[in-house]
């Protein structure tokens, strides 16, 4: 069993910054990529940030320059610093983590957080 938890959503003004924290636990052999997706209401899920295990990076195009993720292998940890924030960064933030367990084998499988929300106020 495999689960992602993340924290540091919540309330803030234009201009602010936030820095979401995800944590994945259970079972893990090894994390590949690691990835931050966000959702704003009634629009699809779309790819913020990823990160692999050797340390490449890769961002979209809306947040470049001022989001910055980062990973501690050690503690399964991946970040998402958000800076000089916009109203249109508003939307529920997901984690996402390719890992591989090992049951009778091994199995890599993408998971996903439950989400954390990050509203930004005009």
């Known amino acids: 069993q495999v689960q992602l938890v993340e924290s540091g959503g919540g309330l803030v003004q234009a201009g602010g910054s936030l820095r979401l924290s995800c944590v994945a636990s259970g079972s893990i052999f090894s994390i590949k990529s690691m990835a931050w997706y966000r959702q704003a209401d009634g629009e699809q899920r779309d790819l913020v940030a990823t990160v692999t295990s050797s340390g490449t990076i890769n961002y979209t195009d809306a947040v470049k320059g001022r989001f910055t993720i980062s990973r501690d292998n050690f503690k399964n940890t991946v970040y998402l610093q958000m800076n000089s924030l916009k109203p249109e960064d508003t939307a529920v933030y997901y984690c996402?983590?390719?890992?591989?367990?090992?049951?009778?084998?091994?199995?890599?499988?993408?998971?996903w957080g439950q989400g954390t929300r990050v509203t930004v106020s005009s």
């Open positions: 996402n983590a390719e890992i591989t367990r090992f049951r009778a084998g091994f199995i890599t499988d993408h998971y």
